[in-house]
């Protein structure tokens, strides 16, 4: 029988960056601001695809395997509220080429293999605060960290006990 997953491909934040960003977070917004994003869950969206068979799954590591792009870094220093969605996000004000060209193509490959691509342009983001559907006071500024991508990775989306958890399946190396 096979059975289909909820994957997503995403850029991981390293430990130590959730850690700043958590802390940080608990100080920027207030506790109705929404429900916060646990550390381990924060990420980069490059590609979601949404249900996926074992057999869809096993062709899109294979292509996300194929692809050779060097890493990249951008500097979180933009932040914003989507109320429709209800959520609260850290992004970058300039996105860096690489992020551009690695979320086309791995959307594009999505597409291709049969997983819905919304229509809506590609906003990398790092969602922090959910069911943010009231308004929201965001602070003017971030701290400017510095986000350094090496790898990329496919995830699944897991909702157990109540609570959404992300798993990296497997990751690839962007070159240096
Ligand atoms: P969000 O953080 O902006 O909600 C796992 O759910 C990841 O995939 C999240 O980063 C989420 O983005 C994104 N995601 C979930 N559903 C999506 C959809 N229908 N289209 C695009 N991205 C989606």
Wanted: hydrophobic letters at 45%; charged letters at 15%; aromatic letters at 10%.
């Amino acid at each position: 029988m096979s059975s289909s997953r909820r994957l997503f491909f995403a850029l991981t934040l390293p430990d130590a960056l959730q850690q700043q960003v958590i802390r940080w977070r608990a100080e920027a917004f207030t506790p109705e601001a929404g429900r916060p994003v646990a550390a381990a869950n924060l990420h980069l969206t490059l590609a979601f695809l949404g249900d996926v068979s074992a057999q869809k799954e096993t062709a899109l590591k294979k292509l996300a395997g194929r692809i050779s792009q060097p890493g990249f870094s951008m500097v979180l220093d933009d932040l914003g509220h989507w109320p429709r969605p209800g959520v609260v996000w850290l992004g970058t004000r300039r996105a860096p080429r690489g992020v551009l060209q690695l979320a086309e193509l791995l959307r594009s490959q999505a597409a291709r293999s049969g997983c819905y691509q919304s229509p809506m342009p590609f906003h990398p983001h790092i969602t922090l605060l959910r069911s943010a559907t009231q308004p929201v006071a965001v602070p003017p500024a971030t701290p400017g960290w510095t986000f350094s991508a090496d790898a990329f990775a496919l995830y699944q989306s897991v909702f157990e006990n109540g609570r959404t958890r992300y798993h990296p399946l497997e990751q690839w190396p962007l070159a240096h």
